[in-house]
């Protein structure tokens, strides 16, 4: 057998090893994504695992069981499921709101809120956009913070929420890229009660909390109260003395 018949039997033997090699490989790459995705087609399995990320609800802070009982030492009557519903219908309106360009569609909040709702509106105006968020649904809600400061009571909720999402200029043209896919994020929901207006800068909080029934005087102070100018006993039971001051998106 000549020289140039081996060099050929080797070259051809070593096409065989790499072809060999190859499809090994290609099946063992099929045979895994069939395990983990179920299909032996690999780009159909990475577009499974995107819907699944798609769909997974954001993780949250919560923190209820830490500041419940605290927020009940305070506010005895204190209603959490109340409130928080309360704090849900909150969150979705003022995305309603945004989506309407509508200030009026949000029913809750203090002027603070409702003063940012109508700066971040008539920014989309300046700018000749529109923010759209439909079949907002919201995962969960659970306490994350609860704090005191400057004569107020401060409740925070976070919210793992999901929306489809896009920006569309005047002509209506979608903006930036769009996806099938729905949107999954976080909110912040504070909720605002005066504890002592005698210590509140803000005089758009003033007319927060609560005043005694029987001579109109603020009350300071949480939980039972008494009114200092009538002596009039005051229990606090109603849960619309508080009001939501800010509704912020996490990134």
């Known amino acids: 057998m000549s020289g140039v018949m081996i060099g050929i039997i080797v070259i051809l033997v070593l096409l065989l090893a790499v072809i060999g090699s190859v499809g090994i490989a290609i099946w063992r790459v099929k045979s895994a994504a069939q395990k983990a995705f179920g299909t032996s087609d690999l780009r159909e399995g990475i577009k499974q695992i995107e819907q699944e990320y798609a769909m997974a609800p954001k993780s949250i802070s919560a923190m209820t069981s830490l500041y419940l009982p605290r927020i009940k030492a305070d506010f005895p009557e204190f209603q959490y499921d109340e409130m928080k519903v309360r704090a ?112 509140v800068e803000d005089e758009r909080d003033l007319s927060l909390g609560l005043n005694c029934p029987n001579c109109g005087a603020p009350i300071s102070g949480t939980g039972s109260k008494v009114c200092e100018y009538c002596g009039t006993p005051v229990i606090e039971i109603n849960i619309h003395a508080w009001t939501f001051s800010d509704i912020r998106e996490l990134k």
């Not at 989506?99 to 409702?114: F, I, Q, S, V, Y």
């Not at 489809?164 to 729905?182: K, R, V």
């Open 88 to 199: 849900e219908n909150a969150l979705t309106s003022y995305l309603i709101a945004v989506d309407r360009m509508t200030p009026g569609a949000l029913k809750e909040g203090n002027k603070e809120l409702h003063d940012k709702l109508e700066m971040r509106i008539q920014m989309l105006c300046g700018a000749g956009r529109r923010e759209h968020y439909k079949r907002i649904k919201i995962h969960r809600t659970e306490l994350c913070d609860y704090k005191k400061r400057n004569g107020r009571c401060i409740i925070t909720f976070q919210s793992a929420v999901q929306y489809y999402h896009t920006i569309t200029d005047e002509n209506g043209e979608i903006l930036g890229e769009h996806s099938d896919m729905p949107t999954q994020s976080r909110y912040n929901t504070d909720v605002i009660y005066i504890q002592d207006r005698d210590r």
